[in-house]
T-cell receptor, first 113, second 113 residues
C-alpha cells in the first residue's frame, strides 16, 4: 500500500546510545517532516525537508539530525540519547506546502532509559 | 508564536449523542485549519480542512466550523458511535513566516455503547 513507512515501531535505548529512525514514502512527495508527540501533548515539528538535499529545523531540533539524499527517504538520527527524547516519533509527507494533503506514518515509540 | 488549545482534554459520551469539540488559536493569520483523528498505535488521519476564507466544512456526520477573527474552531460529531472513539487533534497552518502545522494537544473521545 502506498504511504509512509516508519521503522522500527518500538525501541528502547540506553542513555548515550545513538540510533536512526527510518522513514520512507512512495508517493513522490517533495515535503517530508519529523514530529515528536509527548504524552497528552500535540505534535511538535523537529525537522522538515522541502526536497532532496534540503532540510531545515523545526520547533524542537536539538539532539537530532536529518538527511535527505533521496526523495523517498528521510531518516532521523538521535545522537547521545537522553531521557527527554522518550516520545513517539511521527514521520509525514506532503506533495506541496499549504498544510494539506499530509500522510502520516504509524509512528515509532522510543524509550530512553 | 502560534499556540493551539483544545478543550476538553477528554470526553466520554453515550452512543447516539451529538457532541462538540473545541479548538482555539492565538494568531488569526492562518492559511487553513485541520481536524485530525488519531487511533492508538496509528498515525494521524485528516478528517476536515477549512481554508481561512471558509466558515465550515462537512463530511458525513462531521461538521467543522471556523471563526478566524475570534480564533476558534469547533468539530461537531452527530449521532456518535463507539467507532468514533479516538483522539481528535486540531492543527493550524500559519500564513506567516513559520508556515508549518501547529497542533493542539487533542481531545480523547470515548463513545460508550
Amino acid at each position: 500500500n502506498a504511504g509512509v513507512t516508519q521503522t522500527p515501531k518500538f525501541r528502547i535505548l540506553k542513555i548515550g546510545q545513538s540510533m536512526t529512525l527510518q522513514c520512507a514514502q512512495d508517493m513522490n512527495h517533495n515535503y517530508m517532516y519529523w514530529y515528536r508527540q509527548d504524552p497528552g501533548m500535540g505534535l511538535k515539528l523537529i525537522y522538515y525537508s522541502v526536497g532532496a538535499g534540503i532540510t531545515d529545523k523545526g520547533e524542537v531540533p536539538n539532539g537530532y539530525n536529518v538527511s535527505r539524499s533521496t526523495t523517498e527517504d528521510f531518516p532521523l538520527r538521535l545522537e547521545l540519547a537522553a531521557p527527554s527524547q522518550t516520545s513517539v516519533y511521527f514521520c509525514a509527507s506532503s506533495h506541496g506546502t499549504g498544510g494539506h494533503g499530509y500522510t502520516f506514518g504509524s509512528g515509532t515509540r522510543l524509550t530512553v532509559v | 508564536k502560534q499556540e493551539v488549545t483544545q478543550i476538553p482534554a477528554a470526553l466520554s459520551v453515550p452512543e447516539g449523542e451529538n457532541l462538540v469539540l473545541n479548538c482555539s488559536f492565538t494568531d488569526s493569520a492562518i492559511y487553513n485549519l485541520q481536524w485530525f483523528r488519531q487511533d492508538p498505535g496509528k498515525g494521524l488521519t485528516s478528517l476536515l480542512l477549512i481554508q481561512s476564507s471558509q466558515r465550515e466544512q462537512t463530511s458525513g456526520r462531521l461538521n467543522a466550523s471556523l471563526d478566524k477573527s475570534s480564533g476558534r474552531s469547533t468539530l461537531y460529531i452527530a449521532a456518535s458511535q463507539p467507532g468514533d472513539s479516538a483522539t481528535y487533534l486540531c492543527a493550524v497552518f500559519s500564513s506567516g513566516s513559520a508556515r508549518q502545522l501547529t497542533f493542539g494537544s487533542g481531545t480523547q473521545l470515548t463513545v460508550l455503547p
